[in-house]
C-alpha cells in the first residue's frame, strides 16, 4: 500500500530538481551585469512609488472565507461518491441534506452582496 | 507495468537495498513523463502560435525549419542565454521557490493519468483527489511569485488570479464528483473501464462536462479568463519581474497544466484510451490534442470577460449548476 506512495515523491523531486538544474545549467551561459537601474522594480518605466507590497481589497479575504466553506464540503464528497452504490437512498439523502444546508449559506452570503464584485 | 517490476526484481538480486531498489523505477516513469512533456509543451507552444495565426488569417512562425516547426527549440536556446535578472526589492527566497513550487505539483500529476491499459506510471485509487490537491498548488506559487516580487502589478495580478482559481475550484471539483459518483471510483483507470464496458459519460453528464470546461479554462487562467495577466491592464500579471528561464518555468506550467486539462476532460468523460480500432495510446493522444485545440480555439474567439462578471459566473452559475447536476446524478445512480 504504501510503496505506491514513494512514486509521489520522486515525481515532485525529479520535478523540482529539473526546474534547479535547468537554472544551473543556464547560469554557465548567461551573461550577469546587474546594475541598479536594471534591477528597480518595474513600474511602466517611471521610479516607483511606495513600496510594492500594497494593501488589497478585503473582498479577496470574504470570497476565499466562502471558498474555504465548499473546498472542505468537496472534501466529504468524494468518498461518498465511491461508497455512494452501496449507502443507497439513505446516502443520497444525507448528502443532500449536508449540502443543502451549505447552500443556504450561499444564499444567504448573495443576498447579502458577498458575492458582489464592486 | 511488467518491464518495471522485472527492472526492480534484477536489481534486487543485483544486490541493491531494497529501498533503493524502490525507487529506480518511479525514477524511470518520472524521467520518460518529464521528456513527454517537454516534448508536447515545445509543440504546443508551436502549435498555440501557428492556430493563432490561421485564425487570423497570419502564418505565425513561418523562418525556422518547415513552418517554423523549431521556432520553439530557438526560443529555449535564447531564454537559457538571456540574463536572470532578480530585482532588489525581492525577497529572494520566495521569488527563487515559486517556479518550483508551480511546475513540481503540475508535473506530479501526470503520475495518475492513464495513456493506456497498462500504460500509467502509477494507478492511484485517489487519483482524483490526488488531482485537486496537486492541481490547487498552483494558487500558492501565483500568491509567492506575486507577493515576493514587491511589484503592484504582480501583486494585483497574482490576487486576482488567486481570487479567480478559488472560485472555480470548487465547481470543478464538484462537476468531478460526479464522474466519480457514476463510476463508484476515485481511479482513473477504473472510470475509463467502467467506460469502456458501458458508454462515455458525456452522454450522461453535459452539464457537468460543460462546468467542468468553463472551470477549467478559468483554472488554466485562458481567455476569456486570463485576467491574472490581461496586458493591457497588468502588464504580465504574477510574473512581471520574472526574466529568462525562470519566467519559462512558468509557461511551461502553463502547457502542462494544459495537457492535464486535455486529458482528464478526455478520461472523464469522453472514455480516456477506449476506442475502436487504433491503439490506445493513439486514441488517448488525438483526445488529448482535440480537447487542446478547442481551447485555443476558444481564445482566439471569444473576448476576455470583466472580473466582477467571472465571479458572477463562478459563485452564481456555474457553483448551483454543479450542485444540481450532482443531484440528478445521484438519483440516475439510484435508480440504474
Known amino acids: ?118 | 507495468m511488467d518491464f518495471f517490476s522485472a527492472m526492480h526484481s534484477g536489481l534486487v538480486s543485483a544486490g541493491w537495498p531494497l529501498w533503493l531498489a524502490n525507487l529506480v523505477p518511479p525514477l524511470v516513469k518520472a524521467l520518460i513523463l518529464l521528456l513527454f512533456i517537454l516534448l508536447n509543451c515545445t509543440f504546443l507552444i508551436w502549435m498555440e502560435r501557428k492556430v493563432a495565426g490561421h485564425m487570423q488569417r497570419r502564418m505565425g512562425p513561418m523562418r525556422l525549419g518547415p513552418h517554423g516547426i523549431i521556432q520553439t527549440i530557438a526560443d529555449v536556446v535564447k531564454l537559457i542565454a538571456k540574463e536572470d535578472v532578480i530585482p532588489a526589492g525581492v525577497d529572494r527566497w520566495v521569488f527563487v521557490l515559486a517556479p518550483i513550487v508551480a511546475f513540481a505539483p503540475a508535473f506530479a500529476v501526470f503520475m495518475v493519468i492513464p495513456f493506456g491499459p497498462n500504460l500509467i506510471a502509477q494507478d492511484l485509487n485517489i487519483a482524483l483527489i490526488f488531482i485537486a490537491a496537486l492541481t490547487s498548488f498552483v494558487v500558492i506559487s501565483f500568491l509567492m511569485a506575486g507577493w515576493s516580487s514587491n511589484n503592484k502589478w504582480s501583486l494585483l495580478g497574482a490576487m486576482r488570479a488567486s481570487a479567480q482559481l478559488i472560485s472555480y475550484e470548487v465547481p470543478l471539483v464538484i462537476s468531478v464528483a460526479s464522474v466519480a459518483l457514476l463510476a463508484g471510483s476515485l481511479s482513473l483507470q477504473d472510470i475509463v473501464r467502467a467506460q469502456s464496458q458501458s458508454f462515455w459519460y458525456i452522454l450522461v453528464q453535459p452539464i457537468g462536462f460543460l462546468v467542468f470546461l468553463t472551470a477549467s479554462l478559468a483554472e488554466l487562467n485562458r481567455s476569456p479568463f486570463d485576467m491574472s495577466e490581461a496586458e493591457q491592464e497588468l502588464v504580465a500579471g504574477y510574473n512581471t519581474e520574472y526574466s529568462g528561464m525562470r519566467w519559462a518555468i512558468f509557461y511551461l506550467t502553463e502547457y502542462a497544466n494544459l495537457i492535464t486539462f486535455a486529458a482528464m476532460a478526455s478520461t472523464l468523460f469522453f472514455g480516456g484510451w477506449s476506442g475502436p480500432g487504433l491503439p490506445p495510446f493513439v486514441w488517448f493522444m488525438i483526445k488529448v490534442y482535440f480537447f487542446i485545440f478547442l481551447v485555443m480555439w476558444i481564445r482566439w474567439t471569444l473576448p476576455r470577460v470583466r472580473i466582477d462578471q467571472l465571479m458572477d459566473i463562478g459563485w452564481k452559475g456555474l457553483l448551483p449548476l454543479s450542485l444540481v447536476n450532482l443531484a440528478f446524478t445521484g438519483i440516475y445512480v439510484l435508480l440504474r
Open chain 1, 1 to 118: 500500500m504504501l510503496d505506491q506512495y514513494t512514486g509521489v515523491g520522486v515525481f515532485l523531486a525529479v520535478g523540482a530538481l529539473f526546474v534547479a538544474v535547468t537554472l544551473l545549467a543556464g547560469k554557465l551561459l548567461r551573461p550577469h551585469n546587474p546594475y541598479p537601474e536594471k534591477l528597480a522594480t518595474y513600474e511602466c518605466g517611471e521610479i516607483p512609488v511606495g513600496e510594492g507590497q500594497i494593501k488589497f481589497h478585503i473582498r479577496y479575504y470574504i470570497f476565499s472565507l466562502i471558498f474555504v466553506v465548499f473546498d472542505v464540503e468537496t472534501v466529504f464528497l468524494y468518498p461518498w461518491a465511491v461508497v455512494f452504490e452501496e449507502m443507497g437512498l439513505f446516502g443520497f439523502v444525507v448528502m443532500m441534506l449536508f449540502i443543502g444546508t451549505l447552500v443556504e449559506g450561499l444564499v444567504y452570503a448573495w443576498k447579502k452582496g458577498a458575492l458582489r464584485w464592486v
